[in-house]
T-cell receptor, first 111, second 115 residues
Framework: AQTVTQSQPEMSVQEAETVTLSCTYDTSESDYYLFWYKQPPSRQMILVIRQEAYKQQNATENRFSVNFQKAAKSFSLKISDSQLGDAAMYFCALSGYALNFGKGTSLLVTP | SAVISQKPSRDICQRGTSLTIQCQVDSQVTMMFWYRQQPGQSLTLIATANQGSEATYESGFVIDKFPISRPNLTFSTLTVSNMSPEDSSIYLC????????????FGSGTRLTVV
């Protein structure tokens, strides 16, 4: 069975600072994808970043980057230069035929 | 990536009634899913909507409660039947893409409140 664990229910960061959200997972598959999704109050699920497990290079998308440690089954998200618009719930997800989600981390951005 | 139109965006329903949620995709997709997000919780997969055959339900979800239709590769409906307040949740449809654009896109969700 696949599991995704997000151990930080809430995180807070000041504008322009950097924050890291943690995620660990477990799977018996050798080939899989990992995702971070953002869900603002509008409830729309927005893809932030995607990582292919067979790629050793960490994915980056503008201010968002991941630290993917395959052996440790760890997949953290780093948000640099945080902005007020980054405030949302962030979900880590692991691909099967559908997605398995962690419980989420609520990110608060303070001015 | 695919664009999904999900309707209704929200509804308030009486207990014992049923609500049908629709998802229309702007392109043909093979993989289509329905999720439930209970208040303050994460997303839980209800079922995979299969075109031309019965949906595949996850443990804890049954067809009598959540009947799903998938008449073609661009459209699906989820019905929440005989509703109770415990069914108050956000329901989301999702489609998957394979290949170089591998990933999952979500509809905007339906916020259901049962009174």
């Amino acid at each position: 069975a696949q599991t995704v664990t997000q151990s930080q229910p809430e995180m807070s960061v000041q504008e322009a600072e950097t924050v890291t959200l943690s995620c660990t997972y477990d799977t018996s598959e050798s080939d899989y994808y990992l995702f971070w999704y953002k869900q603002p109050p509008s409830r729309q699920m927005i893809l932030v970043i995607r990582q292919e497990a067979y790629k050793q290079q960490n994915a980056t998308e503008n201010r968002f980057s991941v630290n993917f440690q395959k052996a440790a089954k760890s997949f953290s998200l780093k948000i640099s230069d945080s902005q007020l618009g980054d405030a949302a719930m962030y979900f880590c997800a692991l691909s099967g035929y559908a997605l398995n989600f962690g419980k989420g981390t609520s990110l608060l951005v303070t001015p | 990536s695919a664009v999904i139109s999900q309707k209704p965006s929200r509804d308030i329903c009486q207990r014992g009634t049923s609500l049908t949620i629709q998802c229309q995709v702007d392109s043909q997709v093979t993989m289509m899913f329905w999720y439930r997000q209970q208040p303050g919780q994460s997303l839980t997969l209800i079922a995979t909507a299969n075109q031309g055959s019965e949906a595949t339900y996850e443990s804890g979800f049954v067809i009598d409660k959540f009947p799903i239709s998938r008449p073609n590769l661009t459209f699906s409906t989820l019905t929440v039947s005989n509703m109770s307040p415990e069914d108050s949740s956000i329901y989301l449809c999702s489609v998957g893409a394979l290949g170089v654009n591998y990933g999952y896109t979500f509809g905007s969700g339906t916020r259901l409140t049962v009174v």
